[in-house]
């Protein structure tokens, strides 16, 4: 990512404090003139710092009632106006810097389109971490991922045989992207709204993930209905498991089972005519 003209690199620094930084995404920050960090823990900031001596946060430019819209712009013109100036950037983000991460998709494309090299890293994202502590393997009864405003603010088409996972839950029905949290009635919006495809005593999970090697992750039982007075944080997220079996296709089946005979028709008679092709060349020979 050396340019002479600068580039950007925005790479993930993983969930867990130490633990996920790969080697690719180590090296971007190690080799970059300039470092971006967006990380909500200072602790982390201390220790990117740690890899690098010129080290600029992100998190200042958040503010109480402030759009996060607004925040997200002025964090890609920091990075961009740094690499116009001919430097090699890094952004460092908490996670996986394309997983819940506008910030680096918009600065990528910005600094793309005005001609400069630019690059993601991936990384380990809280989902990954969902699957590892939660137990669920995502290709087993499918898996549907929205963030909790957006499953409000549109009609999405739910299938309860496999599992939901509703992300940043703790905002869930925030139009004005300047709260931190929303309150019961928002919760109970959500709540009437998952009542059309699951029953209010189905069992769902709230889910943190670790970011510390000393602490474990949050995942806590509790009824759909529940969920209303539950304490939520902005990183918790709803994992609502299948409600239902899977709904067997017969006429798809059927389908493929036509198609499957055709096909091994199709290759059992292939060696036959090779024979015979065999036996018409020695003719003429």
Known sequence: MRSSKGSLACVGLGMMLGAHLGPRARSCIERADIVFVAASDPIVELWVKGMHPDVRSLQSLYAEGKSRHETYREMVHAMLDEVRRGANVCGAFYGHPGVFAQVPHHAISRARDEGFAAAMEPAVSAEDCLYADLGIDPGARGCQHYEASQFMFYRRRIDPSAYLVLWQVGVAGDRSLQRSSTGTGYRRLLVERLAEDYPPEHAVTLYE?????????????????????????????????????????????????????????????????????????????
């Open 209 to 285: 993930a670790a970011t510390l090697p000393v602490s474990q992750p949050r995942m806590e039982s509790i009824p759909l209905a529940g969920i209303v007075e539950a304490k939520l944080a902005l990183q918790t997220t709803l994992v609502i498991p299948p409600a239902v079996a899977m709904q067997r296709d017969d006429l798809m089946l059927a389908r493929i089972a036509r198609l499957d005979l055709e096909n091994s028709c199709a290759s059992a008679q292939q060696p036959q005519q090779g024979r015979v092709d065999n036996v018409e060349r020695n003719r003429v020979s």
